[in-house]
């Protein structure tokens, strides 16, 4: 059990700095690396980061449940891309490589920018950086060529940007 553990916090440390410092690198040695647990597991310890430190700096009337709200976004919101990207990259490139390949791209892309995004205005360089690593991703883990993973980027951003906005106008309007 406590090696289990070890291992798994060796690993998520090498992901962090591996990521930081040599993205293109991570994501070729990715397939070898990663099983959709660990990079789940990877992206709740960064939501969990983000949740403490998103409570830690704002007020709020009910911390329990803007942290449940916190977490389930930051969680949620790797899904989303990875299930957009996987259905567009079927229909672009019948289906080059397998969902939990793509998740876990999204996932490590994601977790890693969940470590600064609680920073305000934060959000201007953590996004653009995220969705740099993703493409990243698709290139080098799933081996897509650069045009196809250009393609399929753009189009997941597109269909993300006016689902959250039909989101809004739903419940917000």
């Known amino acids: 059990m406590v090696g289990n553990v070890l291992k ?77 990207s996987y259905v567009l990259m079927v229909m672009t490139q019948k289906k ?17 920018t969940l470590l600064v995004s609680w920073m305000s205005m934060f959000l201007w360089f953590t996004e653009p950086w995220k969705w740099w690593l993703i493409y990243t991703g698709l290139k080098n883990t799933c081996e897509i060529p650069w045009k196809p993973a250009l393609v399929i980027l753009v189009l997941t951003m597109i269909i993300q940007f006016f689902f959250l906005y039909s989101l809004y106008l739903a419940f917000y309007k």
Request: charge should be positive; aromatic fraction near 16%.
């Open 96 to 112: 080059k490589s397998r969902f939990p390949q793509l998740f876990s791209v999204c996932a490590f892309s994601s977790g890693i």
């Open 8 to 84: 798994s916090c060796q690993f998520y440390g090498y992901a962090v700095i591996q990521i930081l410092i040599e993205p293109r690198r991570f994501f070729t040695e990715l397939p070898k690396n990663a099983t959709m647990a660990k990079s789940l597991g990877f992206c709740v310890i960064c939501s969990l980061f983000y949740v403490t430190a998103s409570l830690l700096t704002g007020t709020y009337p009910s911390p329990v449940k803007m942290g449940g709200v916190f977490f389930l976004n930051s969680v949620g919101m790797v899904f989303i891309p990875a299930g957009l």
